[in-house]
């Protein structure tokens, strides 16, 4: 075995490209480099960054660079090459529109949010991009109105996270635009918060008085999801506490789920948190 080249002693390991060989795969990383970058006197130069120059010659580079622009901001392009580039990329879509996933690709990956979203591809554009609707009902782009926009990949991700993950909220909604956003009523909104999160004002109940009743429904099941059989962490309201409180505390009328069943199989349809949300009592 052929020893480090750099005078520390050891096995060598790594080839760089001047065929020197060095027991790290850094040779500033070598014990005897280490050592002697440690031993260096104040003011003399270090090995990693080069000869010291003198002060003449820093005074020389400084003239002969002035007026010149910085190489760390780069220069100006000219007219042609500005133009040049604009046709290069005329067409191309931006890194940030649309998702480059198939429809066929995303139902089989993402399941759950291929029923909860109404997705197509974009008609206009030759690549496949895809396209959503604006969750506010007052946007042209909303399905209410019939209008379609493409996303951002970030809004694609985030909202596929957070119908897809088990700590996912079902939130992360799509919004064409910064306005629809904060006009709409479920900006923000978390589909777990009537039942994590208790407002005693809205409610005839105390925080007690649910814990109670919980921790009877999931005695009552075993601790078992009565979708998949997994162990359970939620407790689901057949019927709805916003629209019929008189049932909140009621077990017969309560079952115990576990995080992903409660958004797959309780709150779909008619029964959606969001739908639930807008629904003025």
Known sequence: MPLCDYGCGRIAKHQFQNGKWCCEKDWRRCPEKLKESRELKKGEAHPMYGIKKSKETREKISKARKGKPSPRKGQKHTLESRQKMSKAMKGRIPWNKGMFLTRSQIKDRYPTFYKAEEIRYNPKS????????????????????????????????????????????????????????????????????????????????????????????????????????????????????????????????????????????????????????????
């Open 126 to 281: 030759k690549r496949k991009l895809i396209q959503v609707h604006c969750k506010n009902h007052n946007c042209p782009n909303s399905k209410e109105q019939g209008g379609w926009f493409t996303p951002t990949y970030i809004q694609l991700y985030e909202r596929i996270r957070a119908i897809e993950s088990e700590n996912g909220s079902g939130g992360a909604y799509f919004y064409c635009c910064q306005e629809c956003k904060e006009s709409c009523p479920l900006y923000s909104f978390r589909p777990d918060y009537f039942l994590n999160k208790l407002n005693e004002n809205d409610t005839s109940f105390s925080s007690t008085e649910y814990n109670i009743f919980r921790d009877n429904v999931l005695k009552r099941d075993k601790y078992k999801c009565q979708y998949c059989g997994k162990m359970a962490e939620h407790v689901h309201h057949i019927k709805p506490k916003k629209l019929e409180p008189f049932f909140s505390l009621d077990p017969d009328y309560a079952v115990s789920v576990c995080s992903n069943c409660h958004y797959k199989y309780a709150h779909k349809d008619e029964c959606s948190t969001g739908k639930i949300a807008s629904i003025i009592c």
